[in-house]
Structure formats: C-alpha cells, structure tokens
C-alpha cells in the first residue's frame, strides 16, 4: 500500500519566450522553489515585524525592512557557498565556474545558516543593536522559510527518504526508483518548520524567558539541529555522497552537531548572565 506522489510540475508559472532585435529569450519559469524563498522571507519579514514591536524592541520596522536585504544575501550567498564547500568541493574545485551556476541546483542550510549569522552579527554592530535581541526575532522566524522551502522540496521530488516497502503512507517518487519511500520532505516541514515555529512562539510569550536574550536564538540552533538529525534518519543521503560512516551517518547530521553546541552553549550563557 501506497499514497500517490502528487506529481505537480516544478514550474509554477511559465512566461513564455519573446523575441528581442532578432535573438530569442526565454523562456521564462517561475518554480515554485523559487516562490518558497521569496515567500519565506516575505512571511518572515512580516513576522519579525510584529515581534520588534514588544519588549525587548530588537530594533524599529524600518530596520527590518533593511534587515531583509541582508538576510537574502545571507542565505543565497551562504547557501549556495555551504554547499560547494560542505557537500561538492572537489567538483567546484575542478570547475569553478560551476560555482555561479545556481540554476542547476545546490544549497545549504547549514551554509545558508552561517550566511544569516554573520549578517545579524555585521547589522547589529553597524547599527549598535543588541546582536542577541536582534538574533532571537530573526531566528524566531526562521521555521516560516524552512516549512516553505521543504515543501518545495516534496513538490520537486527531490531530497526523498528512503526505502520503506511496509509503510502504509510510502510514495515512489519520480526520480527514487519504483520502491515506496518515506516522504521524508513533509517530516522535515512537520519538525523543522511547524514543531519548531510552535516551540519558539510558546517560549516567545513567557515575558521572563524572553527578556533573557538569546535564549530563544539557542534553542532554535538546538531545536533544528535535532529535528534534522532526526529527519536524516529517513531521508535518502545525496548520491555523490552517501553515508559518512557505516549506513547510518550522513553530512547533514554531522554538520547539525555543531548547530546543537553552539545553541545549548548560548542557552548555558545567557541563562548565566542575564
């Protein structure tokens, strides 16, 4: 027994070709991982909004609507990089220009993760804000973009879980061969995306816990550490890659273990301090 992979197409909106002083353009698509992105931040940017507007006032809208700039440079520049480094550098090494190919494909968190940081590090310095403050409304958003993008993920087919011929919700998926698998995309919007956002919202609203910043930054990085450790226990590692060690280590677990560190550490910290 199986559920039907609800095959829909990766373009969500295609705009054709047109002619332009004798050349051809196009055509044009608008994937739907694309409008993951764009609506992620979107929804994030709203999001972070109406959280500034309490105590501990992390910064002014205006601010935000600044901050967005940066956050899309951290994860498209960091994302993109994560991935030649942590996943295919010795590809990328052998054809660098591959690295600006974006097209075909290529991100990661973990690198998308490390982009953000270090924007919220450089934007709070610059505009003498508390970078704790500051990194507890960005990460409190964060659930949003992953909910979307793993979704996006389910619709391309891609990133599927593994074998599971017994599991009464399996799918075969387009490009996974013709065994059922675990939908392992939806399990990572489930964890990473919903869970997670409901966890930070809940801790959001304890006044005491939430004056502590920080805090809130921490179990993000330990929340979403954890949710993907779990996940990758089902998801299909990459093809060029494999398991690291033995059957059961992947590099999307071993690049989660730091993630978990450093969010207990901060949690350890500013529960000290503050």
Sequence with gaps: MTIAYPDISPVALSL???????????????????????TGLLVGRWYVGQLVK???????????????LWATLGVVLGGRLGYVLFYKPSFYLQNP????????????????????????????????????????????????????????????GELYGRVAPDLPWGMVF???????????QLYEAGMEGLILFTILLGLW?????????????????????L??????????????????????LTMGQVLSLPLIAAGLTIVWLRNKTT
């Design 16 to 38: 054709g070709s047109f002619d332009l002083l004798g050349h051809t353009f196009g055509p044009f698509d608008i994937r739907w991982y694309a409008l993951a992105y764009i």
């Design 54 to 68: 309490k105590s501990p006032f992390a910064m002014s809208e205006q601010q935000v609507d600044d901050f967005l």
């Design 97 to 156: 220009g591959e690295i600006l190919a974006m097209w075909h494909g290529g991100m990661s968190f973990h690198g998308g993760a490390l982009g953000v940081i270090s924007a919220i590090i450089i934007y709070s310095k610059l505009n003498k804000l508390n970078l704790f403050a500051v990194g507890d409304a960005i990460c409190c958003a964060v659930p949003i973009g992953l909910f979307f993008g793993r979704l996006a993920n389910f619709i391309n």
């Design 174 to 184: 387009p490009n996974g061969g013709p065994d059922p698998r675990h939908p392992s």
């Design 205 to 225: 609203k304890l006044t005491a816990l939430k004056e502590r910043t920080g805090v809130l930054a921490g179990v993000f990085l330990t929340g979403y550490g």
């Design 227 to 248: 949710a993907r450790i779990i996940s990758e226990t089902f998801r299909q590692p990459d093809s060029f890659l494999g398991f690291l060690v033995g059957d059961w």
